[in-house]
């Protein structure tokens, strides 16, 4: 059984740089495409970035384009979400997500297979 564990949330001031790492497990990394998704209070989970499985395609919500970078090390069975000049909307609970299908990347989070536990980014304005 798959498992993510999201690491690295935590309270920033609004321009301030946050780092997220997910570690996966209980099979191979490489054949699933990872992404991280957010979800604010009283609103949907949404795509936030997203990586295939080699790092070839990324995607990024506008909202974070320029300002978040989705990276993944298979060596470490873990994707990262470098996330720099953030803003109070950026706040919110962030989950990593895998999906079977790693050859492309799909968007909506019922195609999503597994889901990690969240790790809340708070951005004080």
């Known amino acids: 059984q798959v498992q993510l564990v999201e690491s690295g949330g935590g309270l920033v001031q609004a321009g301030d740089s946050l780092s997220l790492a997910c570690t996966f497990s209980?099979?191979?990394?490489?054949?699933?495409?990872m992404a991280w998704f957010r979800q604010a209070p009283g609103k949907g989970r949404e795509l936030v970035a997203a990586?295939?499985?080699?790092?070839?395609?990324?995607s990024y919500a506008d909202s974070v384009k320029g300002r978040f970078t989705i990276s993944r090390d298979n060596a470490k069975n873990t994707v990262y979400l470098q996330m720099n000049s953030l803003k109070p909307e950026d706040t919110a609970v962030y989950y990593c997500?895998?999906?079977?299908?790693?050859?492309?990347?799909?968007?909506?989070?019922?195609?999503?297979?597994?889901w990690g536990q969240g790790t809340q980014v708070t951005v004080s304005s």
């Open positions: 997500a895998a999906d079977k299908l790693y050859t492309r990347i799909q968007y909506r989070r019922e195609e999503y297979d597994y």
């Open positions: 209980g099979r191979t990394f490489s054949s699933y495409t």
């Open positions: 990586i295939t499985w080699n790092g070839g395609t990324t």
